[in-house]
């Protein structure tokens, strides 16, 4: 998809439909066949992320071990990696384009209440120690630093265009960490570590064979 491509490497506002159609190397009149204008674009590319994404983000299973947890964490980190130009330049996106702007509320309201479920379910199993307020401001800050992550990474990071996926996931763990069990959390600081010393392909090729 060259239009994602550009869009996540220079932001979608700094890209044009002449750009797109000359990186698909066709005449802007062909491209203008397929999709009228930019805005047409962006709406197939986010009906792509939003199937995605929602695919993810679903309600968990009682019985769905923590390690499965962080797999379908890494896979939701995947996908914003993959449509990051979407969370580099949300809240322009958000106003410019208004039907976009609650079907991504309607996102980011099913993450929340799926990172709510998962640590009510922890805290069940009493795997997470916890009040039921700490439980809430724990959600939020999950949802926030897994919305607001690409952003603080441009920012902070040695070479901008990378977003790096994994210091991502090590702090959405550390914030779980303080929370779990003497044993979970040493496993999964343990884990969080293994995603600060590894590359993302390392780690990606790691999740892919624990689901086999």
């Known amino acids: 998809m060259a239009s994602l491509s550009l869009f996540n490497h220079f932001g979608e506002p700094n890209v044009t439909t002449l750009q797109i159609a000359d990186e698909l190397n066709i ?6 066949y397929h999709f009228k204008n930019k805005t047409e674009i962006l709406n197939d590319l986010f009906g792509r992320f939003e199937r995605q994404m929602l695919s993810l983000i679903s309600a968990p299973d009682a019985e769905v071990s923590i390690d499965d947890y962080w797999i379908v964490l890494h896979l ?3 996908c914003i990696a993959e449509y990051q130009f ?3 330049d949300l809240v322009n996106i958000l106003q410019r384009y208004e039907r976009i702007a609650p079907r991504f509320r309607k996102i980011l309201n099913r993450k929340l209440a799926v990172t709510q479920s998962v640590l009510q379910r922890l805290k069940e199993r009493h795997i997470i120690d916890a009040t039921d307020a700490e439980l809430a401001a724990l959600a939020h800050n999950v949802v926030l630093t897994l919305t ?4 603080y990474d441009v920012v902070t990071a040695k070479l901008p265009q990378e ?3 994994n210091r991502g996931i090590a ?3 550390s914030q779980v960490a303080p929370y779990l069990r003497a044993s979970e959390r040493a496993e999964v600081l343990a884990l969080s570590r293994e995603y600060l010393d590894s590359d993302p392909g390392a780690m990606q090729n ?3 064979h624990a689901q086999e």
């Open 27 to 32: 005449s802007p009149g062909n491209l203008y």
């Open 76 to 78: 939701v980190f995947e």
């Open 86 to 88: 979407l969370y580099k």
């Open 148 to 151: 607001w992550w690409p952003s």
């Open 163 to 165: 977003m790096d996926l």
């Open 171 to 173: 702090q959405t763990i």
């Open 206 to 208: 790691r999740d892919v």
